[in-house]
């Protein structure tokens, strides 16, 4: 009765503890195209074990609401990706109290995988999130990341944020998930782009397009739009400025202070995560976000014509 009392105790003040990981929702066919999907090695060694902690919280209108379909595969690749390649270890954590400056500390990188909304209002976590990425630590955004802290049609209730991470993304989506785009991988030779073995890919999946404060001269840009091997109607739902400049980013790295960030806007559909390159790059991305894969972080120019 005495173990019973402290268990329950612990998983009431505990809220890493109360966050299911939402796993057990993947089914077994997937888990198996996941497993065979995961790379078998971690492109850096650690320099000492580190902790990764992994969001998946969606808020709209206040209100805790069901996340994109993909999040379950995410967070068991992002698990097992971990386990299987010694390179982190994953804690799952919804609860916004994770992002207070304790338990901050416990961890060497967050990842907000297709978090949504505007997940706390409170000053000091926001606080304490921004200096736990700016005093040296990673941040990893998944997909949606790139729609946090934002609530339509304001997007400047955290602006903050949207600098840590690089961009904001606009409502307005061009392609549909179930449409193919050709993505253009810019220098396979950069160690986050390593696992790709061509110049461009296909993919299907939802776009974003970024807004201010996205700008390539703030960033790396990884992966793009290969504008001109996509279709570009423009009755589709572009920005007129990204319409302009052809550059739709998708993968990006950047620092933050003495922190490290890397995006992908890659994630909404679940088949992501079984996609062997996309993890490899995702784990590349993650190594880099922990400080222990070496990438440089300075901009290059668009691709002329998004080529």
């Not at 995988?113 to 505007?118: A, D, E, F, L, S």
């Not at 990425?133 to 955290?158: E, L, M, N």
């Not at 319409?243 to 993968?251: K, L, N, Q, T």
């Not at 993890?279 to 976000?289: D, E, K, T």
Request: hydrophobic content about 40%; overall charge neutral.
């Amino acid at each position: 009765m005495k173990s019973l009392l402290t268990i329950t105790a612990l998983l009431l003040i505990s809220p890493l503890l109360q966050t299911p990981d939402l796993t057990d929702q993947v089914t077994a066919e997937q888990r198996q195209k996941i497993e065979a999907a995961l790379p078998a090695k971690a492109p850096a060694v650690p320099a000492r074990p580190r902790k990764l902690l992994v969001m998946a919280l969606n808020i709209r209108d206040g209100q805790v609401t069901k996340g994109h379909a993909s999040i379950p595969a995410g967070n068991l690749a992002l698990r097992l990706m971990g386990e299987r390649t010694g390179a982190y270890q994953v804690t799952f954590g919804d609860d916004v109290n994770v992002l207070r400056r304790e338990k901050l500390a416990e961890f060497d990188a967050i990842c907000f995988n297709n978090t949504v909304g505007v997940l706390t209002e409170d000053p000091e976590l926001r606080k304490s999130l921004l200096e736990f990425v700016a005093g040296g630590k990673g941040f990893v955004g998944i997909h949606a990341a790139g729609a946090t802290f934002v609530q339509w049609p304001r997007y400047d209730q955290f602006p903050e944020f949207g600098e840590m991470l690089g961009g904001y993304e606009n409502g307005g989506h061009p392609w549909k998930p179930d449409e193919t785009i050709v993505l253009r991988v810019q220098d396979r030779s950069h160690p986050v782009n390593r696992a790709f073995q061509t110049d461009s890919f296909e993919v299907s999946d939802e776009v974003f397009q970024f807004q201010a404060p996205y700008s390539r001269e703030k960033l790396r840009v990884l992966l793009s739009i290969d504008t001109n091997r996509s279709d570009m109607n423009p009755t589709r739902r572009f920005l007129p400025e990204r319409f302009a400049d052809r550059d739709f980013a998708i993968s990006w790295i950047k620092t933050q202070g003495r922190g490290r960030v890397f995006y992908s806007s890659l994630g909404h559909n679940p088949h992501i995560f079984w996609n062997g390159p996309v993890l490899a790059h995702f784990l590349a991305g993650i190594q880099f976000a922990l400080g222990d894969l070496k990438a440089d972080t300075t901009s290059i120019p668009a691709p002329r014509g998004g080529q």
